[in-house]
């Protein structure tokens, strides 16, 4: 039998992985800074950051410190921010989503003008940070959320967020037809450049919870009637074909790790970029797991952006960006 000698083994697989420089020169999947995108939360009327308890190490911006944290972030070579704004006041409409001067507004001027030559600036498209009630979108007088209504927010959101210099947007609402909309609404004002990352498959997760502390979000009850159901596959695949046929640039996955297998299904499937978000949940996992002890910290944080990039996923956003980036 070939590749057999006797009763030992002829083919030895533990040749190629004898040395750290034999595995890193046979390791098929690599991290890099220019891949990673972090995301970043800037909260109104505050003096000083103020910490997310269930994610350690992560804070609300100021826009003073917003500034400073992204040019670390630009420094150690990320590609991408992604920037999520938490206004002082939140109405049922989600007023300050739309004001010019609204939070998330100024924070993309200040970003954009400190470090907007050297890493892509992205923005949220999303009511939740804006609304009282929590909600990604309006609500109708019965108390639930009206697609159409909220694609017209979203039109106007996509147009002062272009105004104020962004790169990308990215919708994360799941309302059916946001993408074309979103397109639509950024032609209209000659904003053909500004690019879309479409939330493709954003699944109904619990591994969002500490991110509704991040954004001080209100919301009672859950995202069941627009965010997908955690049993499906295929569904994603559907609303995949519609994102690009809407006019997505690149495509999202969300959450990552719970979720490869629809990532790497995507990925399969498309020739636009294709992107996991490494959740909130994700990410205080591992740092509670860490905070007693129980996981070596840094390799389980890079052999989960590792298998996140293995499964498919071009670019990854992670609250670990920057300091992974500086390892790399
Ligand atoms: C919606 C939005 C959410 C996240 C990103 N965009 C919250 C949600 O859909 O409930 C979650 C990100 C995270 O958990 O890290 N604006």
Same mark, same amino acid.
Request: proline share 5%; aromatic share 6%; charged share 25%.
């Given at each position: ?187 209209? +004002? ?117 298998? +996140? ?20």
């Amino acid at each position: 039998m070939t590749g057999s000698y006797g009763e030992f083994p002829g083919v030895r697989p533990r040749r190629l992985r004898t040395t750290p420089a034999m595995r890193r020169l046979v390791a098929e999947t690599r991290l890099h800074p220019a891949d990673l995108i972090l995301p970043m939360f800037v909260r109104e009327g505050i003096a000083e950051p103020q910490p997310v308890t269930s994610m350690p190490g992560v804070v609300q911006h100021t826009r003073d410190t917003l500034r400073k944290a992204a040019v670390e972030a630009a420094e150690a070579g990320v590609g991408g921010l992604m920037l999520f704004g938490v206004p002082e006041v939140k109405d049922a409409i989600g007023s300050q989503g739309t004001e010019p001067d609204g939070i998330l507004q100024l924070a993309i001027r200040d970003v954009v003008a400190e470090v907007g030559d050297a890493v892509v600036v992205m923005s949220d498209l999303c009511l939740d940070e804006f609304t009282d009630h929590g909600h990604c979108g309006v609500l109708d007088d019965q108390g639930r959320v009206d697609n159409d209504a909220t694609l017209e927010r979203y039109a106007e959101m996509a147009q002062v967020q272009a105004d104020a210099g962004v790169h990308v947007v990215g919708p994360s609402g799941m309302m059916d037809g946001q993408v074309g909309v979103i397109r639509d609404a950024l032609d209209e +004002i000659g904003r053909q450049d500004v690019a879309i990352l479409a939330y493709t498959a954003k699944y109904a997760s619990a591994f969002f919870g500490p991110f509704r502390e991040a954004v001080g979000s209100s919301l009672k009850g859950d995202r069941k009637t627009y965010q997908q159901d955690p049993a499906n596959l295929r569904e994603s695949m559907r609303e995949l074909a519609l994102d690009l046929q809407e006019g997505a640039d690149m495509v999202m996955v969300k959450p990552a790790l719970p979720y490869l297998d629809v990532l790497s299904k995507v990925a399969d499937a498309v020739d636009v970029p294709v992107v996991a978000y490494q959740v909130s949940g994700e990410y205080a996992m591992v740092e509670a797991a860490a905070a007693n002890g129980w996981i070596d910290r840094d390799r389980t944080i890079q052999e989960t952006l590792t298998s +996140i990039r293995r499964a498919g996923a071009g670019m990854i956003l992670t609250y670990w960006a920057t300091e992974v980036a500086r390892q790399l």
